[in-house]
């Protein structure tokens, strides 16, 4: 197979009136490994009447790795100013330009810029294509060693731990695995925080600096990663997650039986509401439920 050609690019759209609209083209960058980059990414880059960057700079870092030169124009297209900018970009769309938009890794609008862009370009009824490239969510994934046939991509959690802990316990019982993204700096709280609503058994897996020299995949349950994170990471963070098991599928001990029927409590349940619910998911008795909170509620009162 040949070198792509930049006439080889997705054309722009004729209309039924006979105008020609523009097209935008979401292009997936490097997640790490510049050598990754999709072939089709530098013609895009070069053919582009407007390229879209997250961060302007490392643009020219990525042209230039790549040997390339964008001849369009170049506007950032970042958190802050993408709902003010989106307007602007869907004007050059409908006057017939072809929009690039690239972030700083993976593919927009995964946690990154671009979900308003592609749906006011729709709502104009414009081209939307893509140039497929890496993504740190199925990259995570495959390397987890966690099952893979069905997921959920998380995003970001939020960074109040309250808040953090109210949208854990949302997928408590989620039993498709589960991706998230996350920063070094916060990654022990979020661990712990996966420990706490989860369990400290539920298995996970650390991916850092994914494709980069340094990439390292940490797996192991919950409460070990979150005592091996405390001691401090570095590097751009996924983590893969276990989906809850099979209801009746484990043999859950008491601890664990009051552990989740406090999670259910903590959420505004009641507690012979969240009792039946937790017998329900482990296929036991109530009674067993209800005896393994009174005990604990005992065992609390009387002290050390």
Same mark, same amino acid.
């Given at each position: 197979?040949?070198?792509?050609? /930049? !006439?080889?690019?997705?054309?722009?759209?004729?209309? &039924? !009136?006979?105008?020609?609209?523009?097209?935008?083209?979401?292009?997936?960058?490097?997640?790490? !490994?510049? /050598?990754?980059? #999709?072939?089709?990414?530098?013609?895009?880059?070069?053919?582009?009447?407007?390229?879209?960057?997250? !961060?302007?700079?490392?643009?020219?870092?990525?042209?230039? *790795?790549?040997?390339?030169?964008?001849?369009?124009?170049?506007? /950032?297209?970042?958190?802050?100013?993408?709902?003010?900018?989106?307007?602007?970009?869907?004007?050059?769309?409908?006057?017939?330009?072809?929009?690039?938009?690239?972030?700083?890794? @993976?593919?927009?609008?995964?946690?990154?810029?671009?979900?308003?862009?592609?749906?006011?370009?729709?709502?104009?009824?414009?081209?939307?294509?893509?140039? #497929?490239?890496?993504?740190?969510?199925?990259?995570?994934?495959?390397?987890? @060693?966690?099952?893979?046939?069905?997921?959920?991509?998380?995003?970001?959690?939020?960074?109040? *731990?309250?808040?953090?802990? /109210?949208?854990?316990?949302?997928?408590?019982?989620?039993?498709?695995?589960?991706?998230?993204?996350? =920063?070094?700096?916060?990654?022990?709280?979020?661990?712990?925080?996966?420990?706490?609503?989860?369990?400290?058994?539920?298995?996970?897996?650390?991916?850092?600096?994914?494709?980069?020299?340094?990439?390292?995949? %940490?797996?192991?349950?919950?409460?070990?990663?979150?005592?091996?994170?405390?001691?401090?990471?570095?590097?751009?963070?996924?983590?893969?997650? &276990?989906?809850?098991?099979? %209801?009746?599928?484990?043999?859950?001990? =008491?601890?664990?039986?009051?552990?989740?029927?406090?999670?259910?409590?903590? *959420?505004?349940?009641?507690?012979? &509401?969240?009792?039946?619910?937790?017998?329900? &998911? =482990?296929?036991?008795?109530?009674?067993?439920?209800?005896?393994?909170?009174?005990? *604990?509620?005992?065992?609390?009162?009387?002290? #050390?």
């Amino acid at each position: 197979m040949g070198p792509f050609r /930049s !006439d080889e690019l997705v054309g722009r759209c004729p209309c &039924e !009136d006979g105008t020609v609209t523009g097209i935008l083209v979401l292009a997936g960058t490097p997640i790490g !490994d510049i /050598s990754d980059a #999709p072939p089709r990414l530098a013609a895009e880059l070069t053919g582009a009447d407007v390229v879209a960057a997250e !961060d302007t700079r490392r643009l020219r870092r990525l042209t230039q *790795a790549l040997g390339v030169q964008t001849t369009g124009r170049v506007v /950032s297209y970042f958190e802050g100013n993408e709902a003010a900018r989106t307007p602007e970009l869907v004007e050059a769309l409908v006057g017939g330009a072809r929009v690039l938009l690239v972030t700083d890794a @993976g593919m927009p609008s995964v946690s990154d810029p671009g979900y308003r862009l592609v749906a006011a370009a729709v709502e104009k009824d414009i081209k939307v294509t893509a140039v #497929p490239g890496p993504s740190a969510v199925l990259t995570a994934l495959a390397l987890s @060693g966690l099952p893979v046939d069905r997921f959920c991509f998380e995003g970001f959690l939020p960074r109040k *731990a309250g808040e953090r802990l /109210s949208r854990l316990r949302e997928v408590a019982e989620e039993r498709r695995t589960l991706v998230y993204f996350e =920063a070094p700096h916060r990654l022990d709280d979020t661990l712990a925080a996966m420990a706490e609503v989860f369990g400290t058994q539920r298995r996970a897996a650390v991916c850092r600096e994914l494709t980069k020299t340094y990439e390292e995949v %940490k797996r192991g349950p919950l409460g070990e990663l979150a005592a091996w994170a405390a001691e401090g990471v570095r590097g751009e963070i996924t983590v893969v997650v &276990e989906g809850a098991p099979e %209801k009746g599928a484990e043999e859950l001990d =008491a601890g664990e039986l009051v552990r989740r029927v406090q999670v259910r409590e903590e *959420a505004g349940e009641r507690r012979k &509401e969240a009792i039946a619910a937790v017998a329900a &998911e =482990a296929g036991i008795p109530k009674r067993d439920v209800f005896d393994a909170v009174v005990a *604990a509620k005992n065992a609390a009162r009387s002290g #050390p």
